[in-house]
């Protein structure tokens, strides 16, 4: 029987997933290995983390632990799912909808109860979504309807809402 060494392993099909995780949430993050190493000051080393990355190296769970906070993310987060399947991005949502993204860098600089309700709202799409940029949210249809109970507004002008507030994203040249 062959002895692992837990942090050299031959590249297992479940590491190889981990490490497609870990790649996903750093490139959402816009980070490259070296943008990583510099702003952790060297405890995750370009190399090392690309390692984890291509399943040729496997991560402890503190390591993953750390890292999962170094993205702000939850640990869960960081590992594979089998439903992992991303829808395609276009205009409008499954029902037909128009889509609104939402700038959560804006929105984490309000406070108040209704901010701070979407905020979590929001944080809770973003887990689901698996989606961890961080920056911007798209939201879809099904979503508005919460938006606009939480800010007392008809659900056709959650849009115009979130715009008076200058919380929609709207992309440079756009």
Known sequence: MREF?????SSSPYSR?????????????????QDVEAT?????????????ERGERAISVPRLE????????PVDQLLPRDDQTVAADSGTDAAGGRKMAVDLVKLSQLSGQPFEMLARFLR???VQRQDFNGKVLT????DTRAIAAMLDVPVDQV????????????PVGG
């Open 159 to 170: 849009g115009q809402r979130l715009d008076a507030l200058d919380l929609l994203f709207h």
């Open 124 to 126: 809770m799409i973003q």
């Open 5 to 9: 060494d837990d942090d050299d392993i």
């Open 40 to 52: 952790s000051q060297d405890e995750f080393k370009a190399s090392v983390l690309g390692a984890y």
């Open 17 to 33: 997933k981990v490490g497609e995780r870990l790649r996903v949430i750093r490139r959402q993050k816009r980070l490259s290995l």
């Open 139 to 142: 939201v879809r249809g099904d």
């Open 66 to 73: 750390r890292l999962a906070s170094f993205y702000s993310v």
